[in-house]
C-alpha cells in the first residue's frame, strides 16, 4: 500500500523556521517526482516546491524561492521542505505528494500527481 505521510507542521512566529517531512512507503522515490502543495482557506491548491527522486532535480514558486529548500533522503524515503523566514501568507495545509512521471516544468500541476498525504498545517503568527 502507498503512503505519504507528512509531519512538522505548527505554529511559528513571523520570520520563524519549520521543516517539514514527507515519509513514503510502499513505492521507491526512484522513479517518481515529489511535490510539495499547500492550500490556504477559500484559495486554491499551489505547488511550492517539487524534486526529482531519480536525479535530484528541484523546482520552486517564486513565491518561495531564496526562504524554502526542498531536499530528499533516498535511504530513508524521506523529502523535506526547509522553510526559513516565514511570512503570514505561508500559512496553509501543507500536502507531499508523488508523480510517477517524474519531475519536469508540469510539476506545479497537481492533476499531474498520484498519490497524496493527508497534510500537515503550518500557521505563521504575526
Known amino acids: 500500500e502507498v503512503q505519504l505521510v507528512e509531519s512538522g507542521g505548527g505554529l511559528v512566529q513571523v520570520g520563524g523556521s519549520l521543516r517539514l517531512s514527507c515519509a513514503a512507503s510502499?513505492?521507491?522515490?526512484?522513479?517518481?517526482?515529489i511535490g510539495w502543495f499547500r492550500q490556504a482557506p477559500g484559495k486554491e491548491r499551489e505547488g511550492v516546491s517539487c524534486i526529482s527522486g531519480s536525479d535530484g532535480r528541484t523546482y520552486y514558486a517564486d513565491s518561495v524561492k531564496g526562504r524554502f529548500t526542498i531536499s530528499i533522503d533516498n535511504a530513508k524515503n524521506t523529502v523535506y521542505l526547509q522553510m526559513n523566514s516565514l511570512k503570514p501568507e505561508d500559512t496553509a495545509v501543507y500536502y507531499c505528494a508523488a508523480d510517477s512521471y517524474g519531475a519536469g516544468l508540469w510539476w506545479v500541476d497537481n492533476t499531474e500527481y498520484d498519490y497524496w498525504g493527508q497534510g500537515t498545517q503550518v500557521t505563521v503568527s504575526s
Open positions: 510502499g513505492f521507491s522515490f526512484d522513479d517518481y517526482a
